[in-house]
């Protein structure tokens, strides 16, 4: 419910109190052994105010997964920033750094929750890019690329080499993949053709 274009305090405050209730059963039970029930009782709502804000528990992981983002990887890379090799380095070892922290979470029986996370994670990255990339007229793009290729590329890279960084050997440090890949990165990137945007 809004009231005046700004949205209910009341409808907010449930809202936070079903996301906190989700997070702390996340964290004692898994994904997989979570019910709606344990997050309306835990939030010392019911079901159907539960239903009110989301549709279901993926509804609510989906969510939570977004405003996750925002908190550990925007708070660090805000989208007021410009794109460049330090900013993009910086989002690629947070990004790293906050999926090794999600992996940690992660139970065996979660392994389901995959595809909302490859689908969830690259259009957050996508936003913040897109974001970045008005901030920063200088670059440019060869003129037989599109911006929504160069965007769906640079957020699948990162999100795809963060993810198996988070799950792998890690024979890297965070900073030297991500100092590689921003140099990948950048290759493509090319000053004397027309601009992005």
Excluded at 12 to 40: C, N, S, V, W, Y
Excluded at 148 to 173: H, K, N, Q, Y
Aim: proline share 5%; charged share 20%; net charge negative.
């Amino acid at each position: 419910m809004k009231t005046n274009g700004k949205e209910d305090p009341r409808v907010r405050r449930t809202r936070e109190l079903l996301l906190q209730a989700f997070t702390d059963i996340l964290m004692d039970k898994g994904f997989h052994h979570l019910t709606i029930q344990d997050i309306a009782e835990r939030a010392g709502v019911n079901r159907v105010t539960f239903y009110g804000h989301f549709s279901d528990k993926y509804a609510i992981l989906e969510y939570w997964l977004r405003e996750q983002f925002q908190q550990q990887v925007v708070s660090q890379c805000p989208v007021t920033e410009n794109l460049s090799m330090n900013n993009l380095e910086t989002l690629i070892v947070t990004m790293m750094r906050w999926f090794a922290r999600l992996h940690n979470l992660a139970r065996p029986d979660d392994q389901q929750l995959l595809p909302l996370l490859f689908t969830t994670m690259p259009q957050e990255l996508s936003r913040l890019l897109t974001s970045w990339f008005k901030h920063a007229p200088g670059i440019e793009l060869p003129s037989h690329l599109t911006p929504e290729v160069v965007l769906m590329a640079m957020s699948w890279t990162i999100f795809g080499t963060s993810f198996e960084w988070s799950d792998g050997l890690r024979t890297l440090t965070p900073e030297q993949q991500a100092r590689q890949v921003t140099t990948l990165l950048f290759a493509g990137l090319d000053a004397n053709h027309p601009k992005i945007g």
